[in-house]
């Protein structure tokens, strides 16, 4: 029940929810990081579940008694039990194993932590964070295309199905990470040949994915920088899923003209994003991922369509719509001219 503020000068209880979210938050992150639910398995004592995970017995208790009022572990005469929601997710083993994907989002922790840094100089702070050439943290790339992998394949029928592959035969897969849309797309039109352009970490982890889609000889890669490198020709589909958001205005401006050249007379590119209302309040996820790409990259954002549109119209595509499709992200679609 919401209380007004009182006298005393207590907050509403759904005031101190909002505030005080982090907590819980951040003590299913630590249990994904040290791998509790795996540890726990068919049940164990915290003493157990410690020395499974090179622990202090007692913190790893009051950790384990979090879970449970979370619903995330079940407590039984002193013994700790998996609920059907973690053993599914977030055990080692499981099918639906989340975990290596939710990795990402516990790297992603220390980054928000710098957001009030972040929103005082307009661009991404670093903390001392060992990072390699590239620019990403050493040893989050796996996590990253994990959760990038993940969140595509739940994804893939659906653009798919929105897109349409009606004559497209070539296609170019813009930082396509993983390859989960190349593949989905191979896979639904048997005449697609599609080619990843990415950089040298993540291009050594989509030809895994490539190779055991088996589907080596029809999707290829090519180590490159989209922003300067040759990007090709004569391509009917160039997908950029989750690419603007980490680019400036003007980089994006540029990008899509560059595609535009790339392409063939009535190739399409489709642009999959978290897109914001013309507000930029709304929906709340696309806010919340502004403030992601504040904390992570030097000049990135969430759009809004009217911005996608502008940049779409301006770089010579026509019928430039939005496709609305279930889920967080939206896809703008533009034509290249004949």
Known sequence: MVRARDEAGILPDDLNEMIRGFMSSRAVLTALELDVFT????????????QKIHCDPRATEMLLNVLVSLKLVDKKDG??????????????GARDNARPALMHTANLWHRWSTLTEC??????????????????????????IAAMDRNAMERAATVVNAVGVA????????GGGSGA?????????PELHSEILDQSDVVALAQ??????????????RIGDMRQDPLGENYDLILLSAICHMFSPDENRKLLRRVYHALAPKGRVVVQDFILEPSKTAPRFAALFSLNMLVGTQSGSSYSEPEFASWLQAAGFSDVRRLRVPGPAGLMVGVRAE
Do not use: H, W
């Not at 540890?39 to 410690?50: D, F, H, P, S, Y």
């Not at 004559?167 to 813009?174: A, F, K, P, Q």
């Not at 190779?211 to 890669?221: Q, V």
């Open 79 to 92: 013994m700790f039990f998996r609920t059907p929601v973690s053993a599914r997710f977030f055990s080692e």
């Open 167 to 174: 004559e497209i035969r070539r296609m170019l897969d813009l």
């Open 181 to 189: 849309y190349s593949i989905a797309l191979a896979r639904a039109l």
């Open 39 to 50: 540890a726990v398995g068919a049940g164990a004592c915290a003493e157990t579940v410690a």
């Open 119 to 144: 929103v005082q100089a307009g661009t991404a702070v670093e903390r001392g964070v060992e990072r390699g050439k590239n620019g990403r943290d050493k040893n989050s790339v796996t996590a990253f």
């Open 208 to 221: 895994k994915f490539i190779r055991d889609a088996g589907l080596a000889d029809r999707i290829t890669t």
